[in-house]
């Protein structure tokens, strides 16, 4: 069918480690449940702006990867989906997010062209700076203040935890993607595209992202302490095991399916250890 086509064009499973975070913001914001309606539009308005992203960053990177081993059987590449078809689903995903925005709140609408800006310009950069990576991860930091924004239609100084998680957020993605971006390295090189891993290379990458998830962590643990207090320690010291572990497969054994346990699977569960972190500390304060 060809909705599965699209689905695995964009990825839509990689959604599963990302929308939490927006949920995460708006439990946050919200101290409990904060209404179907919003569940739903927050929904919406994530899917419709990832899948964009996702759509975008495959049509302008469609050359690029044509020229990959690892990357020409993708559907711009083969014709399994058209040029065409791949613009088609980007602007209705990005219709989607944009009205999505609007029934949200008046802050969430006015600042929706900052997340599809950065989307966009994302596939660019790795043409021109290793810092790829972080712009990348600003591209999901966007996601907790989502979350929030779409529960208290503002953002102020005082609200500093919430964008501490979001900066959290930049280097956690920034950490995973600097590893995902190994499985490249030679292409990058022959190619002139830029990369931790490609600049610096391979030890010094399998460093720097472990660098960025303390960061993440550290970040991370100083924002839910203050916003839910003590009761977030053991779901936090569960994401520490997991992050340890995530890097733990990747030095053991680089390959593919290492880095595909580190990319998804250890990456799925730390944002969903996290929301569910984030619900049971709101619930035990209630």
Not at 114 to 130: D, E, G, H, M, Q
Request: aromatic share 14%; with cysteine; charged share 15%.
């Amino acid at each position: 069918m060809k909705i599965k086509t699209y689905a695995e064009f964009v990825k839509i499973e990689h959604t599963l480690f990302a929308l939490p975070f927006a949920y995460a913001g708006a439990f946050l914001a919200s101290k409990g449940w904060f209404g179907f309606r919003l569940f739903i539009l927050i929904l919406l308005a994530f899917t419709g702006l990832r899948t964009a992203a996702m759509s975008f960053n495959r049509i302008i990177d469609r050359e690029i990867d044509a020229l990959n081993p690892r990357t020409a059987n993708r559907h711009l590449p083969t014709g399994k989906i058209s040029l065409k078809e791949a613009y088609a689903l980007a602007f209705f995903a990005l219709g989607v997010y944009f009205l999505s925005a609007y029934l949200i709140n008046d802050l969430a609408f006015e600042l929706s062209p900052i997340p599809a800006i950065v989307s966009y310009v994302y596939p660019y950069l790795k043409r021109f700076t290793c810092l790829c990576h972080y712009v990348l991860g600003l591209n999901l930091a966007f996601a907790p203040l989502g979350g929030w924004i779409a529960v208290t239609d503002s953002l102020t100084p005082k609200d500093w935890p919430i964008i501490l998680l979001s900066l959290g957020v930049m280097f956690w993605v920034a950490g995973f993607d600097i590893i995902y971006a190994l499985q490249d390295v030679e292409f990058d090189r022959r190619m002139g595209l830029h990369s931790i891993g490609a600049h610096f290379g391979v030890k010094t990458a399998l460093i720097v992202s472990p660098l960025n998830h303390l960061i993440f962590f550290a970040l991370t643990s100083i924002s839910l302490l203050k916003l839910v207090g003590y009761a977030s320690i053991v779901g936090l010291a569960a994401i520490a095991l997991l992050l340890l572990y995530e890097h733990r497969v990747v030095r053991t054994e680089f390959n593919e399916k290492s880095v595909q346990i580190a990319f998804f699977y250890s990456n799925a569960a730390i944002s969903a250890v996290l929301l569910t972190t984030i619900v049971f500390s709101v619930a035990l304060s209630l």
